[in-house]
């Protein structure tokens, strides 16, 4: 069963945080959980969850989505979905001033929803991976899945292949791209992320779309790249 929960927050001093916004409300929603949960949830080996913030429209604004993958992790998306306000460190107390539902949905019920080949990949916070022990956002954008293939195959019982997955996605035609370097800020450490997005039409060939398809779908729970949980690799997959 996957999870997900939009709220806005409205945080009058955010010029004062140190560090990606993001970065503090995953702090002040571990402070709400109990402390052994909140130590349980980062001990697992992928992270069943994920966390991403975009401004709003209005100044001090933020829009946040979070996301559960695994009923181990349920606790996060339903415990901030009965807060009415949250504690940024460095700003105060911020009011939730617009709140969702939690929208319990799986990969089998969203996957006939999916019709057509012509999508955009939107990478809407900086996503970034490792090579070589090295984080880096460029410039193969496949890589960016390697942690979302790893969790479906986790999380979901699949037994997908990377190298498949790559192979599928060099038969996609590329129309529109767009993608630009985004330092990310966690607490001082600055990860070299990528954001953007790139107009695809998928492969003809019915198996590759449908495995392009159902791994797309997910990363838009899942979140691209590392650090998912602080912040990054927020990701929509958006019918053209």
Request: charged share 20%; hydrophobic share 35%.
């Amino acid at each position: 069963m996957l999870i997900q929960y939009d709220f806005s927050v409205r945080i009058p001093g955010i010029e004062h945080v140190y560090s990606e916004i993001a970065v503090k409300i995953h702090g002040a929603l571990m402070y709400r959980i109990p402390q052994e949960k909140a130590q349980q949830l980062h001990e697992k080996k992928y992270h069943p969850f994920s966390l991403y913030c975009v401004p709003g429209e209005e100044k001090n604004i933020v829009l946040t989505r979070i996301s559960s993958l695994h009923e181990s992790c349920d606790i996060v998306p339903e415990t901030a979905s009965g807060l009415d306000s949250l504690l940024i460190k460095g700003a105060g107390k911020a009011e939730i001033i617009q709140k969702g539902e939690l929208f319990r949905t799986s990969l089998p019920e969203l996957m006939p929803r999916t019709n057509g080949r012509t999508y955009r990949l939107l990478f809407l916070t900086p996503s970034v991976f490792k090579t070589a022990g090295k984080e880096s956002g460029f410039p193969d954008v496949t890589m960016h899945f390697i942690s979302v293939i790893r969790r479906m195959n986790e999380f979901e019982g699949e037994q997908l292949d990377f190298d498949s997955f790559r192979k599928a996605f060099y038969h996609c035609q590329f129309g529109e791209w767009q993608f630009q370097q985004y330092d990310y800020n966690i607490s001082g450490i600055h990860l070299p992320g990528m954001t953007g997005h790139a107009d695809i039409l998928l492969p003809s060939d019915a198996e590759e779309q449908k495995m392009l398809k159902k791994i797309f779908l997910y990363a838009s729970f899942s979140g691209t790249g590392g650090r998912t949980g602080m912040g990054m690799g927020g990701f929509f997959f958006q019918k053209l």
